[in-house]
């Protein structure tokens, strides 16, 4: 059973700091997803990692992919309140399709 | 260019009630649907994904049910809710040629 793990749940960051949001899953897989949530609302594609080494950035945020260590990062650079949100990542249970199995995802509040 | 559907946006059903929601995507053919539930203390789980009309394969046990009844139609439904249905559903969809599964605005079901 696939499992992904993130890490923290929770992070309350102040603006202008810099943190990383990491992502662990527990089998093979070359396709890592990045959504954002805003509250009541549904799932924000940011980032489709499709293999190993794969980074990518928008804005304040770059997301990594490391297949031989199941290891993804998010990191958030010189944050800004905008950027408050439910951040998830998400990996392929199956080649060839989107059989999605989410991380528990992580809430990020950025403090003015 | 390709759209989706999800529809009522929120829905508040007493305890066993019929339930139907319904999702369509426009402006591609032949593609992957799933759905997804967020439910307070399970996460963001796969309920059901099907590849074509008629086709429904089911993750997890429960009291749902789904189908595909045209190509670009999915639907979710019960005979009789529970308080344990209650959550955010999501409709998705994938085809080829894409890199990832693209989100409905999501029903947002309190049974009461």
């Known amino acids: 059973e696939l499992k992904v793990e993130q890490n923290p749940l929770f992070l309350s960051m102040q603006e202008g700091k810099n943190y990383t949001i990491y992502c662990n899953y527990s089998?093979?897989?070359?396709?890592l997803y990045w959504y954002r949530q805003d509250p009541g609302k549904s799932l924000e594609s940011l980032f489709v990692?499709?293999?190993?080494?794969a980074v990518k950035q928008e804005g304040r945020l770059m997301a990594s992919l490391d297949t031989k260590a199941r290891l993804s990062t998010l990191h958030i650079t010189a944050a800004v309140h905008d950027l408050s949100a439910t951040y998830f990542c998400?990996?392929?249970?199956?080649?060839?399709?989107?059989?999605?199995?989410f991380g528990k995802g992580t809430k990020l509040s950025v403090i003015p | 260019s390709q759209t989706i559907h999800q529809w009522p946006a929120t829905l508040v059903q007493p305890v066993g009630s019929p339930l139907s929601l319904e999702c369509t995507v426009e402006?591609?053919?032949?593609?992957?649907l799933y759905w997804y539930r967020q439910a307070a203390g399970r996460g963001l789980q796969l309920l059901f994904y099907?590849?074509?009309?008629?086709?429904i394969s089911s993750e997890v046990p429960q009291n749902l049910s789904a189908s595909r009844p045209q190509d670009r139609q999915f639907i979710l439904s019960s005979k009789k809710l529970l308080l344990s249905d209650s959550g955010f559903y999501l409709c998705?969809?994938?085809?080829?040629?894409?890199?990832?599964?693209?989100f409905g605005q999501g029903t947002r079901l309190t049974v009461v």
């Open positions: 998705a969809w994938d085809g080829s040629g894409y890199s990832e599964a693209f």
């Open positions: 089998t093979t897989s070359d396709r």
């Open positions: 990692l499709l293999s190993n080494g």
């Open positions: 998400a990996v392929d249970s199956r080649a060839g399709s989107y059989q999605l199995t």
């Open positions: 402006g591609t053919s032949n593609p992957n």
């Open positions: 099907s590849v074509g009309i008629g086709q």
